[in-house]
């Protein structure tokens, strides 16, 4: 896949549903009464990176300051959704320590991952912050975790992910499509920094990830 090309792509798409009014709202965002949870296996962003990200939300917020802006301990990279959330989902389901050895045997013997933020793009829904790897290593442990966990009889609902981090969520109407789409247009290409990853984290989690809700159940060094 032509990584830049896909990610232009969507964001092509995305303006143009801005524009025209046809972007998804959220409706979930606030409700107390949301259940979905899962399992993810995800990447901390260091804090030149998440500061970065924050000049980025506070310019956007200052245009539409009623959207959902995911707060600096809710960002992050996802690795794969092992058990991808749906309403209902309790730890007491699962064994955790199941799922931790078959991680480890997926990222046995490989080396950091690099990965460069470099612009923003789309989807009907949200904004998202590009990501780009340096090398496969992060291709190759996601294959691996597919692999194992499809030999394993774990429950799992494994997914294809991309180096991306959603940002921004529509939590309502835009009201001031122009601006907003001014300011996306001027972040389209910023380099938000590169960062080597040194370890990973199996969490539960809620749909949005947010803090109050997530529980780290293990994390894996990468060394």
Same mark, same amino acid.
Request: include cysteine.
């Given at each position: $896949?032509?990584? #830049?090309?896909? %990610?232009?792509?969507?964001?092509? *798409? ?5 524009? /025209?009014?046809t972007?998804?709202i ?18 901390r ?16 917020? $200052?245009?539409? #300051?009623?959207? %959902?802006?995911?707060?600096?301990? *809710?960002?992050h990279?996802?690795?794969? /959704? ?7 989902f ?17 990222i ?17 829904s949200c ?5 780009f790897?340096? *090398? ?11 692999t194992n ?16 981090q959603?940002?921004?969520?529509f ?36 749909w ?11 994390r894996?060094?990468?060394?």
């Amino acid at each position: $896949m032509n990584l #830049p090309e896909h %990610y232009n792509k969507l964001y092509q *798409d995305s303006i143009q549903k801005i524009k /025209s009014d046809t972007y998804q709202i959220d409706n979930l965002i606030d409700s107390s009464l949301d259940n979905r949870f899962g399992i993810t296996l995800l990447i901390r962003l260091d804090k030149q990176i998440r500061d970065a990200i924050h000049k980025f939300l506070s310019d956007l917020k $200052m245009v539409e #300051p009623d959207q %959902y802006y995911y707060p600096d301990s *809710d960002i992050h990279v996802t690795v794969m /959704s092992i058990i991808s959330c749906y309403d209902g989902f309790e730890l007491t389901q699962i064994n955790v320590m199941d799922y931790v050895e078959i991680i480890k045997k997926s990222i046995a013997n490989e080396k950091k991952i690099q990965i460069e933020f470099r612009g923003i793009t789309a989807s009907p829904s949200c904004i998202l912050i590009q990501g780009f790897l340096k *090398d496969d290593t992060l291709t190759t442990i996601r294959n691996n975790l597919r692999t194992n966990f499809r030999n394993s009889n774990l429950e799992q609902t494994l997914d294809k992910r991309y180096s991306i981090q959603t940002a921004i969520r529509f939590r309502t109407s835009l009201t001031q499509k122009d601006k907003f789409i001014k300011v996306l247009d001027s972040y389209r290409d910023f380099n938000f920094g590169t960062f080597e990853v040194d370890s990973l984290e199996l969490v539960y989690n809620d749909w949005y990830h947010s803090a109050k809700h997530e529980k780290e159940l293990y994390r894996f060094e990468i060394k």
